[in-house]
């Protein structure tokens, strides 16, 4: 019986719905700080794995948080952190 009571609860949607979560309350939510200039916080991120277009196989996304102007730079998958910061 009780596994019969399962496969029920199991596949119920309001017994899905209404179950109690079984773990400690999730913290509160702060907002991001905004930046005072622009370029002042950046996100940087790789587009890898491209089919190779002149010697270029990876875009490089640089993205400022303020004005959410955006750059793709065209580098090669060899180039080491190094390199990019003396792009």
Same mark, same amino acid.
């Given at each position: 019986?009780?596994?019969? &009571?399962?496969?029920? &609860?199991? @596949?119920? /949607? =309001?017994? =899905?719905? @209404?179950?109690? *979560?079984?773990?400690?309350?999730?913290?509160? =939510?702060?907002?991001? =700080?905004?930046? /005072?200039?622009?370029? /002042? +916080? &950046?996100?940087? /991120?790789? +587009? *890898?794995?491209?089919?190779?277009?002149?010697?270029?196989?990876? +875009? *490089?996304? +640089?993205?400022?948080? *303020?004005?959410?102007?955006?750059?793709?730079?065209?580098?090669?998958?060899?180039? @080491?952190?190094?390199?990019?910061?003396?792009?």
């Amino acid at each position: 019986m009780s596994w019969y &009571i399962g496969q029920y &609860i199991s @596949t119920c /949607d =309001l017994c =899905l719905w @209404t179950k109690l *979560m079984q773990h400690h309350p999730i913290g509160e =939510l702060h907002l991001l =700080l905004v930046p /005072d200039f622009q370029w /002042d +916080v &950046i996100s940087i /991120d790789f +587009v *890898m794995e491209l089919s190779e277009s002149s010697r270029y196989n990876v +875009v *490089m996304t +640089v993205v400022d948080s *303020m004005s959410k102007q955006a750059y793709f730079i065209l580098i090669h998958i060899t180039v @080491t952190a190094k390199g990019i910061v003396l792009w």
